[in-house]
């Protein structure tokens, strides 16, 4: 077909793989086509039209971002365009995140957005989340920075080699370094500003991108920090250019010379050039490390697989796995993508997506995830996940998302940002006309003028934020914690109540017979193993019922070698118990009511109690403060046997709740099960509050009354059972079940499925956040002294210092070098 590149058909697995063009071809047209032909073709639910659905978020790769006003004209101009619902731009990751309005023409608004920001000097590259994207994007993120890196060290070579000389030449003196006639200010002032005019060119041709940029938005009126270096070192060169020419003009013995030549600010230019690029660098380099989380979940995916294919062995690349081949792993090999085992047995270490330290015990039947490692077995496994499908690539992107997301907490910043630049330019006009004005020298006012423009650094803020978050996000992923973004970081770290779901989560989600006790004709005494008999009748009964309880009544009857009898008319009574014949006998399980009914057949609770020995009531109600679930057994309308399950408390439980309550978090628990019950396992995990006989659907409503209450409502839970409620919280924490876990299922989800991963997720949280404000209070504390001081307000008050244009450039260049650095502690956060 037109537009079609290659195709393939896997016969084993039935699939067709086809690479196309999708401004030639769509998926739709193949399908017809194949149907045209005589076979059926089916669409996987992830493809369709290439464009997202309504609703959905466009994500884009932004070049030539320089600072905090770039992202945020960017993100000011793309969000004010039709169709667009909100914007999230990161100078961090180098991407936009734009929300799309339902009912837009996602085509459309791409090509529009592409077009918009390059009218604005940028580029923009629309990112899909197509099989393969994820993996396409890191590498070429990485081959851009490091592209980047290079250029940036092939430019300071010459900028520190020429500026240097420049700086010596211009401070050799008064350092007690006598200069040669030739090139001495004294002697010859027109060598001494010819010498520095040819060593600053070099230097200014090193730094010819903040030119380029700068002067273009300064054109556009939309200055950025690069306009502020531009002006600031285009001033200083264009008064000592000036400077040069009036020596040239005046002659060698003009008495005026040596005083111009004293004058010049070309050193200025050429140091400031060289400390800015070298603090770009630095910045550039620390901001690479962000990414470190990333770079080592991308190597956890092997290049390649072993294929067997009629009874042989092939290497192929991982791209080419299809869902459906049948791959082998060796021994010490990473597992190449989602699958099943058919054949084998070995220990597989997960620990590098879960943060589960031991490894796992696997076998034909057992599902494997793509990047964890084959201890010491060599496994058969049916490629089930492939490409971005895989649980990898989903944690992967979730990553990236996160990363480029935004924190509220940064609102502040990228509103200053906007206005930061312009406000500056106008500080530095109006700090320089005022020295003029109030009679100053004119090289003085030059210097102040120079000094407001380089000593001011959007970028420190336009960084304090996003590295934080990426770093922060990133550490997470490292210890299991998948945190979906900044907003949910954000909140984790204001959490002052945390709400558990009971089942699955405090407890094991798999309930256990933990008592039998055969009571009437069953009692002890009342024949050989007359407990296993009355055990095995309700478990044959049980085994046709789908509820949770009866599992475990089945899984208990096995476990004692019991063997199971065949049931005739089974019928289940929501609400009640269930009930059939077992080995010719009528056998029900359930409540009082429904096991002992009255001769009527009416389910009076009242009718039943008159039939339950008083002992018997008192072990149910025992069992029942012990926080397990009694079930009585009848036969023949007969008490037979009292059954007891339980759904046992984690063993972390309590130690986890008694260190929210040291945080000053307090814990809430939120189940279905009856009071009693709910009581019985809060008191054995040190909860005082419980919220008990909350159906499903009820528990975002709790949720919601809470909120009422207090600020900050966390909610922990499965994501399944309780999603509403986890979408209800201020913060919904998922427990995962090791590498099945649905990472879409909560703001934060835990990969181990531990309690302890709560604890985990929210101190990281609060160091991300406290990392946060310490990089937002250096970003606008080091601005709000920084500037004042080289606006020489300290000079007019005190007979203060006032900044030279060097000492005001290195100092711009440090500040956003510190808060990458200080973003980076956080690599080292521990659980």
Known sequence: MEGVEAASVNLASELLDVRFLPDAVTPEAIAERVRAIGFEALLPASQGAEDPEDGDVLRFAIRGMTCAACSARIQRVVGGMDGVDGVEVSLATDTATVRVRPGTVHRELVDAIVARVAQMGFEAQYLTHGPGDVASMWEMQQKETAGRLAAMKARLVPAFAFALPLLVLTMGEMLGMPLPQAISPHHNPLGFALVQLALVLPVMWSGREFYRVGFRNLAQLAPNMDSLIAVGTGAAFVYSLWNTLEIALAGSHAPRNMELAMDLYFEAAAVLIALVSLGKYFETRSRAHTSDAIRGLMELTPDTAILLQAGEQKEIAIAEVHRGDLLLVKPGERIPVDGTITDGRSAVDESMLTGESLPVSKTAGDTVAGGTMNMNGALTMQADRVGADTVLARIIRLVQDAQGSKAPIANMADRVSLYFVPTVMALAVVSGLAWLLAGAEPVFALRIFIAVLVIACPCAMGLATPTSVMVGTGRGAQLGVLIKNGAALEAASKVKTLVFDKTGTLTHGKPELVAVVPLGEFAPGGGEDAGGVVLRMAASLESVSEHPLAAAVVRGARERGLELMPVRDFEAVPGKGVQGVVDGRTVRIGNEAFVLPQEEGTLSAQGAEGRVAGDVRDGMDEQANMGRTPLLVSVDGKVAALLSVADTLKQEAPGVVRRLKDMGIAVV????????????????????????????????????????????????????????????????????????????????????????????????????????????????????????????????LFDGPTLSPMIAGGAMALSSVSVVSNALRLRFFKE
């Open 669 to 796: 628990m939120l189940t279905g099960d009856n009071a009693r019950t709910a009581r019985a396992v809060a008191a054995e995990a040190g909860i005082d509050e419980v919220i008990a006989g909350v159906m499903p659907d009820q528990k975002d409503a709790a949720i919601a009354a809470l909120q009422e209450k207090s600020a900050g409502v966390g909610m922990v839970g499965d994501g399944i059972n309780d999603a509403p409620a986890l979408a209800r919280a201020d913060v919904g924490i998922a427990m995962g079940t090791g590498i099945d876990v649905a990472v879409e299922a909560g703001d934060i989800v835990l990969m181990k499925g531990a309690l302890g991963g709560v604890l985990t997720a929210l101190a990281l949280s609060r160091a991300t956040v406290a990392n946060i404000r310490q990089n937002l209070f250096w970003a606008f504390g080091y601005n709000v002294l920084g500037i004042p001081v080289a606006m020489g307000v300290l000079y007019a």
